[in-house]
């Protein structure tokens, strides 16, 4: 059967691949360690709004009033339906709200001085403003501070300073305001179907609860592998998938795309397609191992990734084409799941051919190590 077969040399370029890849692996932690990752709003933390247009909504004047407003990171895609819009943004909107009234205030003569809960004789209120150089009545006649904008509104006075007790919250006032500069932008009505905020606690969280997700991965495979094969194929496997996990997260960190949970995601789902396809590959090795006991180890693994190419490249292909298409027809929320898991792909081949079976050559596999033990005692136990 090996007569038959025309076997590809992979490991006679095994030096050169190597140092492509650790050349690719070198960039990929210098672009990380200058850029970072740009985190997404999963983990920066920040405001996610969900709205309802009565008309298709035009996305690039939605995008240019964020844009107008200056505010973080904006996002707006459409989700659902072309009436559907989530907007995105790093920014808290009770932060921004606070901005908007102090420059009503500045604007007036007074200075905005703090934001506080209110206490219990104000039950049912949401903020309570300190204001400095204003009296109650001088914000009245103003009209700094509408009722139609804050609801209940009721004034105190606190040393020489004002106390405004405001009914509904700064982050509501100014998501109304911005709806309805919104409205006046796009000319179509707008219906706040929902409005989430992201803190950075729990930013940090999810972060530190997705790095100990790929760490347990790592290390469970590395247990699996050094089980059902043998140490030396574990260590193959996990450099494989770092390879992988640092080249995609270098590419995130060059270009400065969003990384959010989509991504992690993606990568955990990465590791599991990768260390599939490197099982595959190793199982092969094993056996040829076995039956071709007297050939060199490198023509062995050559013979067993030349048996295999086919079904790594026909298995990488098919779901190459769905991540394309998930791409492409997918929108904007599954964008980074689909960018991470096509680069993933493309680079978790070429480690499964490259750098498992590389790693492991390199690392001196030979058929004594995959032979089956003999038992103890094994010589006694036929008897004449």
Same mark, same amino acid.
């Given at each position: 059967?090996?007569?038959?077969?025309?076997?590809?040399?992979?490991?006679?370029?095994?030096?050169?691949?190597?140092?492509?890849?650790?050349?690719?692996?070198?960039?990929?932690?210098?672009?990380?360690?200058?850029?970072?990752?740009?985190?997404?709003?999963?983990?920066?933390?920040?405001?996610?709004?969900?709205?309802?247009?009565?008309?298709?909504?035009?996305?690039?004047?939605?995008?240019?009033?964020?844009?107008?407003?200056?505010?973080?990171?904006?996002?707006?895609?459409?989700?659902?339906?072309?009436?559907?819009?989530?907007?995105?943004?790093? $920014?808290?909107?009770? +932060? &921004?709200?606070?901005?908007?009234?102090? *420059?009503?205030? /500045?604007? #007036?003569?007074?200075? %905005?001085?703090?934001?506080?809960?209110?206490?219990?004789?104000?039950?049912?209120?949401?903020?309570?403003?300190?204001?400095?150089?204003?009296?109650?009545?001088?914000?009245?006649?103003?009209?700094?501070?509408?009722?139609?904008?804050?609801?209940?509104?009721?004034?105190?006075?606190?040393?020489?300073?004002?106390?405004?007790?405001?009914?509904?919250?700064? $982050?509501?006032?100014? +998501? &109304?305001?911005?709806?309805?500069?919104? *409205?006046?932008? /796009?000319? #179509?009505?707008?219906? %706040?179907?929902?409005?989430?905020?992201?803190?950075?606690?729990?930013?940090?969280?999810?972060?530190?609860?997705?790095?100990?997700?790929?760490?347990?991965?790592?290390?469970?495979?590395?247990?699996?592998?050094?089980?059902?094969?043998?140490?030396?194929?574990?260590?193959?496997?996990?450099?494989?998938?770092?390879?992988?996990?640092?080249?995609?997260?270098?590419?995130?960190?060059?270009?400065?795309?969003?990384?959010?949970?989509?991504?992690?995601?993606?990568?955990?789902?990465?590791?599991?397609?990768?260390?599939?396809?490197?099982?595959?590959?190793?199982?092969?090795?094993?056996?040829?191992?076995?039956?071709?006991?007297?050939?060199?180890?490198?023509?062995?693994?050559?013979?067993?990734?030349?048996?295999?190419?086919?079904?790594?490249?026909?298995?990488?292909?098919?779901?190459?084409?769905?991540?394309?298409?998930?791409?492409?027809?997918?929108?904007?929320?599954?964008?980074?799941?689909?960018?991470?898991?096509?680069?993933?792909?493309?680079?978790?081949?070429?480690?499964?051919?490259?750098?498992?079976?590389?790693?492991?050559?390199?690392?001196?596999?030979?058929?004594?190590?995959?032979?089956?033990?003999?038992?103890?005692?094994?010589?006694?136990?036929?008897?004449?």
């Amino acid at each position: 059967m090996s007569q038959e077969l025309k076997v590809i040399n992979f490991m006679g370029v095994r030096k050169l691949t190597s140092a492509i890849s650790i050349a690719m692996v070198i960039a990929s932690i210098l672009s990380i360690a200058i850029f970072g990752l740009k985190g997404g709003l999963d983990f920066t933390g920040g405001t996610q709004l969900e709205l309802l247009f009565d008309r298709p909504a035009e996305l690039s004047k939605v995008r240019s009033l964020l844009e107008e407003k200056q505010l973080e990171s904006p996002v707006a895609v459409l989700f659902g339906s072309d009436q559907q819009v989530m907007i995105r943004t790093q $920014d808290e909107m009770k +932060v &921004k709200g606070r901005e908007l009234i102090a *420059e009503k205030i /500045t604007a #007036a003569g007074g200075v %905005l001085e703090a934001v506080e809960r209110p206490g219990r004789e104000y039950e049912g209120f949401s903020d309570a403003l300190v204001i400095a150089g204003l009296s109650a009545e001088a914000l009245q006649q103003a009209a700094v501070i509408s009722e139609a904008d804050f609801g209940r509104v009721q004034y105190a006075k606190r040393d020489d300073k004002t106390l405004v007790a405001l009914e509904n919250s700064l $982050d509501s006032v100014y +998501v &109304k305001a911005l709806l309805a500069d919104m *409205e006046a932008a /796009t000319g #179509a009505k707008i219906q %706040l179907r929902s409005s989430e905020f992201v803190g950075p606690q729990i930013g940090d969280e999810l972060r530190d609860q997705g790095g100990l997700g790929l760490l347990t991965a790592f290390i469970l495979v590395f247990l699996y592998v050094a089980v059902q094969f043998q140490w030396k194929f574990s260590v193959g496997a996990i450099v494989a998938l770092c390879h992988d996990v640092i080249i995609t997260l270098g590419v995130f960190s060059f270009f400065q795309w969003d990384f959010d949970l989509t991504v992690l995601a993606a990568l955990l789902a990465l590791i599991g397609y990768s260390i599939n396809d490197t099982i595959v590959i190793y199982d092969r090795i094993r056996e040829n191992f076995r039956v071709l006991r007297k050939m060199d180890a490198l023509d062995v693994i050559n013979i067993s990734l030349t048996q295999t190419l086919g079904r790594s490249v026909m298995t990488s292909m098919t779901v190459f084409i769905v991540l394309v298409c998930l791409f492409v027809f997918g929108g904007e929320l599954l964008r980074g799941f689909s960018t991470a898991l096509i680069i993933g792909i493309v680079v978790g081949t070429y480690s499964s051919i490259y750098i498992a079976a590389n790693i492991t050559a390199a690392l001196g596999i030979g058929k004594e190590d995959l032979m089956p033990k003999e038992k103890e005692g094994a010589e006694f136990d036929e008897t004449p």
